[in-house]
């Protein structure tokens, strides 16, 4: 039984710097945009900076990671700190200087799922020189990766490569590609003519620009290169660099000493980036394959219908389809950069399909709603491996198999199931809330048969499951009412009206199922039908046996109070070629049939008398009486009620679901097989009784096993003469 979580699920996302970086982003869209119905989403992180300013405005509680002192043992007090007074359900930690140890942390402390997104997962800290070292942090890198529950990667290339160097189970590493608000990215039309003025841009220049961080992975000493060769060609042409970062001076330097400074904007940081892509003609970004894991300034750049160059490396493999939207070059390699540029610029078509291909493919591909829809899944199958699940999504699981089993075990007719499965989820959050007021039950039961209930309860008892407080609830309330009102005839009428024909045919005239096959043989050869004989089928449901006697040539009658039913049988018999020798009476035969006495030869009572109480029983057995001859044969079979007491013990003592038991809707089970012999007797009849599906056949010579674990009980009865 699963341990289930009462409202949402509290998740807790790590990340070291609440700058504007890729990362940043994608923390901000799942702590946006997870649906808080489902999930509570805090973010531990520094309080200051563009990442702390978004998360505010959007109302995500955020827990200062303050003084920022990464590897610090404050730093990892705060943390373990955070963890054991919330007590979060998910730990989710974005990679960083903090990663590793915090993953431990949450391990240790017992969160129920840990969560690594890596975000670069090309290379190895390759920074680190002294080799001693840079195995150690490996080392504690791999047992960390060890310890998380599920990994994710922003791209194929990132997860093969994370896979490989860290020899992590594949099924534990998921990929789930970075996404970016598409709508609201380009709802903010306008601003190109702005910036272009503000920088100094002319009119009828064409730029060329890039947006990153200045560091050496990035490329933009690439492009700097690339550009000499194309003022050559194109002079028209300015280049806007957008962001800060280290290896800033670098290039700047580089500009200057080529000569080329007059054609160089240096931005700076920049909260709007959207305002500047949308200056720009073309987009530029020509990182190395250690410098990118996903690419996310390139997908932003689609999204605003931009023509992008970028290297061809995996994960750009990923975002671009080369040629439509948007256009590669080898890696490294300035002069083919060049030439890639210089194609676009000199061909307006040519942008204007490539941007329309690549604003298409990330509207596709790249949404934000996707990804956090895909994280949002990862996080409930982290919880559920480890057999933890939100009540809500335990109660519709639950339903929707139960529903699945109507539908094809029990024949369910399609124009029933929307019906019924409101009438499941209603009843699911009867049970979820732990109790029902009699009116309500009342209401519940004047909507629904007590056959839904039932079949539900036995779903329930199969699987052992538990739903909040369903044993004592069950018990305490439709345990009672279906025990106490009995199965009614409307209780049949609805149980047919909702299963389809064939539902009846497979299962009653035609079975491929061995049991029930089986079933039908054996009683057939107790009644042993000869042509012309009368027989009555009483409690004959949908004709089961009125049909194979019929077949045999005999006179068939069959007696039901199930209207539905008996109108079923007639159109079945009708359709199978035997309503010459079928006839059919909607009634009661407890209470009388409209019949001469000794008018039949022979009588079946299949599955009937465990419905009824004693008092009817009676009642039954003097009807029969009546309505045999004195050569005559009556053939009662029934489940062995011993056996179904003892399977209800059973489901007592092992809890597993123990409020549904047989004597809920089998009063049978409530009266002893030797009561019910003395009634036979008292009757003024002889019997013989047989046993049939012996659960262990090689139990079958053992008497006293055979009573306990046979299946089904019959008697062969007679008149005393």
Same mark, same amino acid.
């Given at each position: 039984?699963?341990?289930?979580?009462?409202?949402?699920?509290?998740?807790?996302?790590?990340? &070291?710097?609440?700058?504007?970086?890729?990362?940043?982003?994608?923390?901000?869209?799942?702590?946006?945009?997870?649906?808080?119905?489902?999930?509570?989403?805090?973010?531990?992180?520094?309080?200051?900076?563009?990442?702390?300013?978004?998360?505010?405005?959007?109302?995500?509680?955020?827990?200062?990671?303050?003084?920022?002192?990464?590897?610090?043992?404050?730093?990892?007090?705060?943390?373990?700190?955070?963890?054991?007074?919330?007590?979060? &359900?998910?730990?989710?930690?974005?990679?960083?200087?903090?990663?590793?140890?915090?993953?431990?942390?949450?391990?240790?402390?017992?969160?129920?799922?840990?969560?690594?997104?890596?975000?670069?997962?090309?290379?190895?800290?390759?920074?680190?020189?002294?080799?001693?070292?840079?195995?150690? &942090?490996?080392?504690?890198?791999?047992?960390?990766?060890?310890?998380?529950?599920?990994?994710?990667?922003?791209?194929?290339?990132?997860?093969?490569?994370?896979?490989?160097?860290?020899?992590?189970?594949?099924?534990?590493?998921?990929?789930?590609?970075?996404?970016?608000?598409?709508?609201?990215?380009?709802?903010?039309?306008?601003?190109?003519?702005?910036?272009?003025?503000?920088?100094?841009?002319?009119?009828?220049?064409?730029?060329?620009?890039?947006?990153?961080?200045?560091?050496?992975?990035?490329? &933009?000493?690439?492009?700097?290169?690339?550009?000499?060769?194309?003022?050559?060609?194109?002079?028209?042409?300015?280049?806007?660099?957008?962001?800060?970062?280290?290896?800033?001076?670098?290039?700047?330097?580089?500009?200057?000493?080529?000569?080329?400074?007059?054609?160089?904007?240096?931005?700076?940081?920049?909260?709007?980036?959207?305002?500047?892509?949308?200056?720009?003609?073309?987009?530029?970004?020509?990182?190395?394959?250690?410098?990118?894991?996903?690419?996310?300034?390139?997908?932003?750049?689609?999204?605003?219908?931009?023509?992008?160059?970028?290297?061809?490396?995996?994960?750009?493999?990923?975002?671009?389809?080369?040629?439509?939207?948007?256009?590669?070059?080898?890696?490294?390699?300035?002069?083919?950069?060049?030439?890639?540029?210089?194609?676009?610029?000199?061909?307006?078509?040519?942008?204007?399909?490539?941007?329309?291909?690549?604003?298409?493919?990330?509207?596709?591909?790249?949404?934000?709603?996707?990804?956090?829809?895909?994280?949002?899944?990862?996080?409930?199958?982290?919880?559920?491996?480890?057999?933890?699940?939100?009540?809500?999504?335990?109660?519709?699981?639950?339903?929707?198999?139960?529903?699945?089993?109507?539908?094809?075990?029990?024949?369910?007719?399609?124009?029933?199931?929307?019906?019924?499965?409101?009438?499941?989820?209603?009843?699911?959050?009867?049970?979820?809330?732990?109790?029902?007021?009699?009116?309500?039950?009342?209401?519940?039961?004047?909507?629904?048969?007590?056959?839904?209930?039932?079949?539900?309860?036995?779903?329930?008892?199969?699987?052992?499951?538990?739903?909040?407080?369903?044993?004592?609830?069950?018990?305490?309330?439709?345990? /009672?009412?279906?025990?106490?009102?009995?199965?009614?005839?409307?209780?049949?009428?609805?149980?047919?009206?909702?299963?389809?024909?064939?539902?009846?045919?497979?299962?009653?005239?035609?079975?491929?199922?061995?049991?029930?096959?089986?079933?039908?043989?054996?009683?057939?050869?107790?009644?042993?039908?000869?042509?012309?004989?009368?027989?009555?089928?009483?409690?004959?449901?949908?004709?089961?046996?009125?049909?194979?006697?019929?077949?045999?040539?005999?006179?068939?009658?069959?007696?039901?109070?199930?209207?539905?039913?008996?109108?079923?049988?007639?159109?079945?018999?009708?359709?199978?070629?035997?309503?010459?020798?079928?006839?059919?009476?909607?009634?009661?035969?407890?209470?009388?049939?409209?019949?001469?006495?000794?008018?039949?030869?022979?009588?079946?009572?299949?599955?009937?008398?465990?419905?009824?109480?004693?008092?009817?029983?009676?009642?039954?057995?003097?009807?029969?009486?009546?309505?045999?001859?004195?050569?005559?044969?009556?053939?009662?079979?029934?489940?062995?009620?011993?056996?179904?007491?003892?399977?209800?013990?059973?489901?007592?003592?092992?809890?597993?679901?123990?409020?549904?038991?047989?004597?809920?809707?089998?009063?049978?089970?409530?009266?002893?097989?030797?009561?019910?012999? /003395?009634?036979?007797?008292?009757?003024?009849?002889?019997?013989?009784?047989?046993?049939?599906?012996?659960?262990?056949?090689?139990?079958?010579?053992?008497?006293?096993?055979?009573?306990?674990?046979?299946?089904?009980?019959?008697?062969?009865?007679?008149?005393?003469?």
């Amino acid at each position: 039984m699963p341990r289930l979580i009462k409202g949402p699920i509290k998740v807790l996302q790590l990340i &070291h710097n609440s700058g504007v970086t890729g990362p940043g982003r994608v923390v901000s869209s799942i702590a946006r945009n997870l649906d808080r119905q489902d999930f509570s989403t805090d973010v531990l992180c520094p309080s200051e900076g563009y990442l702390a300013d978004e998360l505010r405005k959007a109302g995500v509680r955020i827990v200062a990671l303050d003084p920022w002192r990464p590897r610090e043992p404050l730093t990892f007090f705060k943390i373990w700190q955070e963890l054991r007074r919330e007590k979060y &359900h998910i730990f989710h930690v974005h990679s960083g200087q903090l990663n590793a140890f915090s993953k431990v942390i949450g391990r240790l402390l017992g969160i129920p799922a840990v969560v690594l997104t890596e975000h670069l997962c090309a290379k190895d800290h390759g920074w680190i020189k002294d080799k001693f070292k840079l195995f150690l &942090h490996l080392l504690f890198h791999r047992i960390s990766n060890a310890m998380a529950d599920k990994i994710i990667c922003v791209s194929d290339t990132g997860r093969a490569s994370l896979i490989r160097r860290q020899k992590l189970p594949p099924e534990k590493v998921v990929t789930i590609y970075n996404g970016i608000d598409i709508r609201g990215i380009q709802s903010r039309e306008g601003g190109r003519e702005d910036i272009r003025k503000q920088w100094g841009v002319p009119e009828n220049a064409l730029v060329v620009g890039m947006v990153a961080r200045f560091s050496p992975e990035k490329g &933009h000493q690439l492009l700097v290169k690339a550009a000499k060769i194309i003022l050559e060609k194109s002079p028209n042409v300015k280049f806007v660099l957008v962001g800060e970062g280290p290896q800033r001076p670098v290039v700047e330097h580089v500009v200057e000493k080529m000569g080329i400074a007059d054609k160089f904007i240096f931005t700076g940081f920049q909260s709007d980036i959207y305002s500047f892509i949308e200056s720009m003609d073309v987009v530029v970004q020509p990182s190395f394959e250690a410098g990118e894991s996903f690419g996310l300034a390139a997908v932003e750049a689609m999204a605003k219908q931009k023509a992008v160059v970028a290297s061809d490396i995996g994960c750009f493999r990923e975002v671009i389809v080369d040629g439509t939207s948007g256009l590669l070059f080898a890696s490294g390699d300035h002069t083919r950069l060049a030439e890639k540029i210089l194609l676009l610029l000199n061909d307006s078509r040519l942008r204007q399909d490539i941007g329309s291909a690549a604003k298409t493919r990330a509207e596709d591909n790249f949404d934000e709603t996707a990804m956090v829809t895909q994280i949002g899944d990862l996080y409930k199958e982290a919880l559920a491996e480890k057999a933890i699940l939100r009540t809500q999504d335990y109660l519709k699981a639950v339903a929707a198999e139960f529903m699945d089993i109507l539908e094809t075990e029990r024949g369910l007719a399609a124009e029933k199931i929307s019906g019924y499965r409101a009438a499941l989820r209603k009843y699911l959050l009867f049970i979820e809330a732990g109790k029902l007021e009699a009116d309500e039950i009342k209401e519940y039961l004047a909507y629904n048969d007590t056959f839904l209930i039932e079949t539900f309860l036995e779903f329930c008892r199969q699987r052992s499951l538990r739903i909040g407080p369903v044993c004592d609830f069950n018990n305490r309330l439709f345990g /009672k009412v279906i025990k106490h009102s009995g199965v009614t005839s409307r209780d049949y009428d609805e149980r047919i009206r909702m299963q389809t024909p064939q539902f009846q045919i497979d299962n009653y005239y035609f079975p491929a199922q061995k049991e029930l096959k089986s079933r039908i043989e054996i009683i057939m050869s107790l009644l042993d039908p000869q042509p012309e004989e009368k027989i009555l089928d009483a409690g004959c449901g949908v004709g089961t046996f009125v049909f194979h006697c019929a077949k045999k040539g005999a006179q068939a009658t069959g007696v039901d109070y199930s209207s539905e039913s008996i109108q079923l049988a007639r159109q079945l018999v009708e359709r199978f070629g035997v309503s010459r020798n079928a006839s059919f009476t909607c009634g009661d035969i407890a209470s009388g049939l409209d019949f001469p006495d000794g008018h039949f030869d022979k009588i079946a009572a299949v599955d009937f008398i465990e419905h009824i109480d004693e008092a009817l029983k009676r009642k039954l057995l003097s009807e029969m009486s009546r309505l045999i001859g004195p050569r005559g044969r009556i053939v009662i079979f029934t489940p062995n009620g011993i056996r179904e007491a003892l399977g209800s013990v059973k489901s007592a003592l092992t809890g597993l679901c123990g409020a549904y038991s047989p004597e809920t809707r089998l009063h049978f089970g409530l009266l002893s097989r030797f009561a019910f012999e /003395k009634m036979l007797k008292e009757a003024g009849f002889t019997f013989t009784r047989h046993f049939f599906d012996v659960g262990r056949p090689y139990l079958a010579k053992i008497p006293l096993l055979k009573e306990l674990l046979s299946l089904n009980i019959a008697w062969v009865i007679k008149k005393t003469l």
